[in-house]
């Protein structure tokens, strides 16, 4: 700074000099960083979660602050200390540092995540599969921060049941470590062995429940059985045939008694339902201006689809396929229309539908129109466009004229796409094509709305 001094008399002579002030900062900022801390693995050690640096400095009010990380691992893998330098420097280059230590620690367990209980098995003493497949079974964890849980298998226990040779309980009992010097709880599996298998069917694919139409039932099977100790097996078969109160349709009932002369018996039932099949269905209500009805709508989901649709109830309609268009019919009226499938057993059912003028009411009023008041057409895509919404869904025809302030008309579109920026219908008028600064007049008609015309100012900005 040079400040220049003047002295003058009563006369009027003056005689000046300078003084020079030269000003400096070697000041570094005043750093405070935020207190150590000493937290889980699993938490978080951003700067977010383990506090920010702050710094105040004499002269700069713009003070750079910085940070660097040293990791230096621990004992295991969850447990490290970082050394986090903090760097203040002000605008003339002045550093200060200081350091946060924080100290990373692991002191939690693996959690089990087998649910208890969930590698219990109860076998039978045949079933050497699903012993060697229970046997193979082990639980699992997840650690907070270790990626490698070693498993350990601390005991495995056989106890024999005094009463059957081939059933016994064998438990087994793990732990898991960390690495970290954490250890699970325990968990145990129960495996028990027992002997209660009565014979068995080997036949394949037997189904037990069939429900036919009376033109296809199925001839008695000739079905093999065995046990996983027996040899030999005594077959009872039985069939009954019953039968129901007002309706053609009845059941067959076939039973095959299966003893293994030990005591343990097998009842094998066949139920085969003889129907004519019918079909669920159910009426309804629909608008006339809802689009096009699919039949299959009003049956049961699942049904079989190669039958064929015809019209009951119902004039100047008509249908393609399972396809109906309502708009074709008349309001208040109710059609019938009728699904058949099969031959022999043919099966039909009957939809009513009743047709109504109750349809979906779009948001196409007056208050639901929205209209920009202000356009910044200038590049930072914030209110870059006009734009008329609001009645999207609504099947109008937008029409847009927008004036200057002498009534002249600057811009015109029969089918606005809300893409108006300042452009004009004559380039000479504004920069590059575009109109000038300022307030304008927009008239919006929405042609098929029954709405009245919508006029309004809007302030434009096209200089960037």
Known sequence: MTRTWTATDCTGNSVSDTQTITVVDTTAPELTVPAD???ECSDDTSTTA??????????????????????????????????????????????????????VIDTTAPQITTPNGSLDATIEC??????????????????????NVVITLVSDETTDDANCANAYVRTRTWTFDDGCGNISDTFTQTITVIDTTAPV????????????????????????????????????????INFFPNTDDYEIVRDWTVDDGCGNVANFTQTISVTTPTISSVDGDRCFDDGVIDL??????????????????????????????PQESDVGEIYTFRYTIG????????????INDDCVVLPCGEEDVEISNTVTANGDFVNEFF??????????????????????????????????S???????????????????????????????????????????
């Open 201 to 240: 069917l080997v036949t394949p694919n037997f189904d037990d429940t069939l429900s036919v139409q009376c033109d296809a039932i199925p001839e008695i099977p000739d079905l093999d059985f065995e046990d996983n100790c027996s040899a030999d097996v005594n077959v009872i078969f039985n069939e009954e």
């Open 296 to 325: 299959f709508d009003f049956l049961e989901t699942g049904i079989d689809t190669t039958g064929t649709w015809s019209i009951v109830i119902g004039n100047n309609i008509t249908i393609n396929g399972s396809f109906f268009n």
């Open 50 to 103: 383990t506090g920010v640096a702050t710094a105040t400095d004499a002269c700069s009010t713009t003070i750079d602050i910085t940070s660097s990380d040293v990791t230096t691992p621990g004992a295991c893998d969850g447990e490290f200390v970082i050394t986090r330098t903090w760097t203040a420097t002000d605008s003339c280059g002045n550093p200060s540092t200081a350091v946060q230590t924080i100290t």
């Open 387 to 420: 734009r008329v919404t609001g009645v999207e869904t609504c099947g109008f025809v937008t029409e847009v004229q927008i004036f200057n302030r002498w009534g002249a008309v600057v811009y015109k579109n029969n089918n606005y796409q809300n893409d108006w």
């Open 422 to 464: 300042g452009q004009t219908i004559n380039s000479s008028v504004g920069n590059s094509g575009n109109v000038p600064t300022g307030t304008y007049y927009y008239v919006v008609t929405l042609r098929n709305s029954g709405l009245e015309p919508f006029a309004g100012p809007i302030y434009v900005v096209t200089d960037k």
């Open 343 to 354: 031959d022999t057993c043919a099966t039909e059912v009957d939809v009513n539908i009743t």
């Open 126 to 147: 045949s079933d050497t599969d699903g012993l060697d497949n229970a046997l193979n079974q082990e639980p699992t964890a997840t650690d907070n921060c270790a990626t």
């Open 37 to 39: 801390v000493t937290v």
